[in-house]
């Protein structure tokens, strides 16, 4: 089974960029690699994903390697209120999704 | 994106009881799912609501404890039945929309005395 593994906690500074690293070595060929973030009780907020290329939207950048083991998530311009707890997933291809643990992010003024 | 209302936010229910959580679409979807997300674990997907049939139900999940409706394309409920303590958890639902998106709801916070 895909499972993903993502540092506990990260700290990063506001107005600069926001680099968050999942490794997915288990993903298999047809599995999808999303990203989501939780802040307090709230449901999950949908942020990006991507299959094998890379991808960007308005909130972020999804950077995945070529042999599709690990990806980044780019906040460009990190806001305080991009503080939050950010999970990478891996959707199989029954809609089952695999979380990691995720990453505290900090924002500091 | 998509705006899901999930009804209700939480509750409190006594051990045997049953409860029903809504989820409402803004607009209309194919896929509708429904995931559990028990204390200090990641989501687990419990079914597939389909519109005019029967859910698809994952493993380790029954209909007779967990009957979902899904009576039209913005809206489906699950009922969580005979409830006991184990099945405290926080209850979501997710659509699919804008080809492999998926949005969740606020979520169902169900705690069983």
């Known amino acids: 089974d895909a499972k993903t593994t993502q540092p506990p906690s990260m700290d990063c500074a506001e107005g600069r960029a926001a680099n968050l690293p999942c490794n997915h070595s288990?993903?298999?060929?047809?599995?999808?690699v999303y990203w989501y973030r939780q802040i307090h009780s709230q449901g999950p907020q949908y942020i990006i994903h991507g299959l094998k290329n890379n991808e960007t939207n308005e909130m972020a950048s999804l950077i995945i390697t070529e042999d599709r083991k690990s990806s980044t998530l780019i906040l460009p311009h990190a806001t305080l209120r991009d503080t939050a707890v950010y999970y990478c997933i891996v959707r199989r291809s029954n809609y089952q999704l695999i979380w990691g643990a995720g990453t505290k992010l900090i924002i500091k003024p | 994106s998509a705006v899901i209302s999930q009804k209700p936010s939480r509750d409190i229910c006594q051990r045997g009881t049953s409860l029903t959580i809504q989820c409402q679409v803004d607009?209309?979807?194919?896929?509708m799912f429904w995931y559990r997300q028990q204390p200090g674990q990641s989501l687990t997907l419990i079914a597939t609501?389909?519109?005019?049939?029967?859910?698809?139900?994952e493993s380790g999940f029954v209909i007779d404890k967990f009957p979902i409706s899904r009576p039209n394309l913005t809206f489906s409920t699950l009922t969580v039945s005979n409830m006991s303590p184990e099945d405290s958890s926080i209850y979501l639902c997710?659509?699919?929309?804008?080809?492999?998106?998926?949005?969740f709801g606020s979520g169902t916070q169900l705690s069983v005395l």
């Open positions: 288990t993903i298999s060929g047809n599995e999808y």
């Open positions: 997710s659509v699919r929309r804008e080809g492999e998106k998926l949005f």
């Open positions: 607009s209309q979807v194919t896929m």
């Open positions: 609501a389909n519109q005019g049939s029967e859910a698809t139900y």
